[in-house]
């Protein structure tokens, strides 16, 4: 049996026993994002990687599903059966603070018919 070296992270010790080393991150990945891993790692720290959930999940319930919802609701309007508009209307209450975000910029009036006398 190999002795442990106090001190040593790649030799773990519990309860007697040696424990196999965990390999690190830069033995997993691929050679192309060695670099690419190593330039991140310094910055991605639990609260970096928190505030990062924060702002893409912020992102996409404020911008991406309400700007889709509009389109949809643009698209299906006048043919969507009481189902969908019930499941419609959910999503509306549901992405709410992204429809006022995004109304003051989207214009869906209907267009101007020509009138031929």
């Known amino acids: ?7 040593d992270p790649s030799k ?6 040696r424990v196999e080393p965990v390999p690190s991150i830069k033995a997993i990945a ?7 891993i190593i330039a991140i790692m310094p910055i991605l720290n639990d609260t970096t990687i928190a505030l990062l959930l924060y702002v ?11 700007l889709a919802l509009y389109f949809w609701l643009q698209k299906r ?6 189902f969908e508009r019930a499941f419609l209307y959910f999503l509306v209450f549901f992405f709410f603070p992204g429809m006022l975000v995004l109304a003051p910029f989207l214009n869906f ?3 101007r018919r020509e009138i031929n006398i």
């Open 77 to 82: 309007w006048y043919v969507a059966s009481s």
């Open 109 to 111: 009036r209907p267009k």
């Open 12 to 17: 773990l010790q519990y309860g007697g026993g």
């Open 30 to 36: 691929p050679r192309y994002c060695k670099t690419l």
């Open 1 to 7: 049996m190999e002795e442990l070296v106090p001190g």
């Open 56 to 66: 893409i999940l912020g992102g996409i319930y404020l911008f991406v599903v309400p």
